[in-house]
């Protein structure tokens, strides 16, 4: 174990000025691990009480102490003993702690978390001065390496330039499940609590100002390095020009724990977002990894609709959209019959009925209109696969167990550290 060479380390920043990188294109989805981090980064910032009681096992009764083993993760476990972490002292620091809105994916995020772990892997080390991305102090310059993946901070005339960033490194996670428990309980040498001093990571995860997020994680194959197995790098950002993103993840309930797990998510379903007072559509598809983001005029309501192979149609009504990002997944349990368009367990004429309505429709076609083979159209080939399975045996249907999550939203080594932003004077 490599436990004394994974030591928390943190530190803030108070402002820090804009380099004049020019901003490449560049862009990436999430891999099913990143997914997942991001799936349990959002359900701590909704809910951060439960999140704690995920992590660890902490008795109260007849006063705050370890329970055994204290994680039902043995890595965490190992760590929370290494560094005597203070049950008392977390549960304490936790109370503090308030629901704020979940964070969304970027693709120009994940380039440069994932250039950095890179980074390294290279250098053999845990470090945020790794690259060429520094101050002549040699303070991290974070705000040029974020740029440089093609992440743009907008100056709008008159605007605050509340523009924040902020970076978390683990170069030593055995999963992600202990890297996330790093990040959010936030581990070090500080007697007598095992805690960091201030909880930089912790902070971070938490922090209300935080839009968007990038997370690389890599799997440091080479047994020889000192860093590894996973090597993690997580980004936030926020630019004052962002709007609100509707996001979430849409997967199929496979081991039963209710909760998104690697390998569950539904690639290629089609989103689409109907603003209830004027009609206008915004699609999007899910990433490979079942994850989706789609940017909507805030203060509107919006029926959504989840639409695919493996899932059929859900249909989520009225999720407003107001300043913030709003969390709405897709869940089900079960493949749905091809044909039924209703989504009822039942191929029968009610389906044929919908189709014949819809059909002839070139574009714009979903599950619920008849589209059979998701190609957008509304066809005969459509009509043949509803009648290959028109006499099959009924089935239950599938049930969508769609969660909403509106505004509410390290390690043996890690650091964490946020920047602020600000213009310079002409």
């Known amino acids: 174990m490599r436990l004394r060479s994974l030591l928390p380390v943190a530190f803030a920043v108070a402002s820090a000025l804009l380099s004049a990188l020019a901003p490449q294109s560049h862009a990436r989805a999430p891999t099913n691990e990143e997914q997942l981090m991001v799936e349990m980064v959002n359900r701590m910032r909704a809910d951060p009480q439960a999140e704690l009681n995920r992590l660890v096992n902490i008795n109260s009764v007849p006063s705050i102490h370890w329970g055994s083993p204290k994680s039902p993760d043995g890595s965490t476990n190992n760590a929370l003993t290494f560094f005597n972490v203070s049950p008392s002292t977390l549960v304490s620091q936790w109370q503090s702690l308030t629901p704020v809105p979940p964070v969304a994916w970027n693709a120009q995020l994940a380039v440069s978390a994932q250039t950095y772990s890179n980074v390294m892997i ?92 990038g997370i690389g994680i890599i799997v440091d194959t080479d047994f020889g390095n000192a860093v590894g197995p996973r090597v993690i790098t997580q980004h936030y950002a926020v630019d004052d020009d962002d709007g609100p993103i509707l996001t979430g993840v849409v997967y199929r309930e496979n081991d039963s724990n209710n ?34 983001n789609l940017a909507i005029p805030a203060g509107r309501s919006y029926d959504v ?95 969508p167990e769609p969660s909403s999550l509106a505004l509410a939203l390290p390690c043996l080594a890690a650091v964490a550290f946020v920047r602020r932003r600000r213009r310079k004077s002409v």
């Open 122 to 213: 290279a250098a053999n080390a845990q470090a945020h001065n790794l690259d060429e991305h520094k101050f002549p102090n040699g303070d991290v310059d974070l705000i040029g390496r974020i740029e440089a993946s093609g992440y743009t901070f907008f100056d709008r005339p008159g605007a605050d330039d509340d523009d924040f960033a902020g970076e978390s490194i683990f170069a030593f996670a055995d999963s992600v499940v202990h890297g996330h428990a790093a990040f959010a309980i936030d581990w070090g040498t500080n007697p007598p609590s095992g805690i960091q001093n201030p909880a930089g990571h912790r902070d971070l995860i938490m922090d209300a100002r935080m839009r968007d997020i």
């Open 305 to 399: 609709i989840a639409s695919g192979p493996g899932l059929g149609q859900f249909v989520a009504s009225g999720v407003f959209v107001g300043a913030d990002n709003v969390k709405h997944d897709f869940i089900t349990t079960t493949t749905p019959r091809l044909g039924d368009a209703n989504m009822d367990g039942v191929v029968n004429r009610a389906d044929i009925a919908i189709l014949s309505g819809n059909f002839g429709l070139t574009a714009g076609a979903l599950w619920g209109h008849g589209d059979f083979n998701f190609d957008g159209k509304i066809t005969v080939g459509d009509l043949a696969i509803l009648h290959r399975n028109l006499a099959a045996p009924s089935s239950p249907a599938a049930v």
């Open 259 to 292: 909760f998104y797990s690697v390998g569950e998510g539904l690639s290629g379903i089609k989103i689409v977002a109907t603003d209830l007072g004027n009609g206008q559509q915004f699609t999007t598809t899910t990433y490979g990894s079942g994850g989706y």
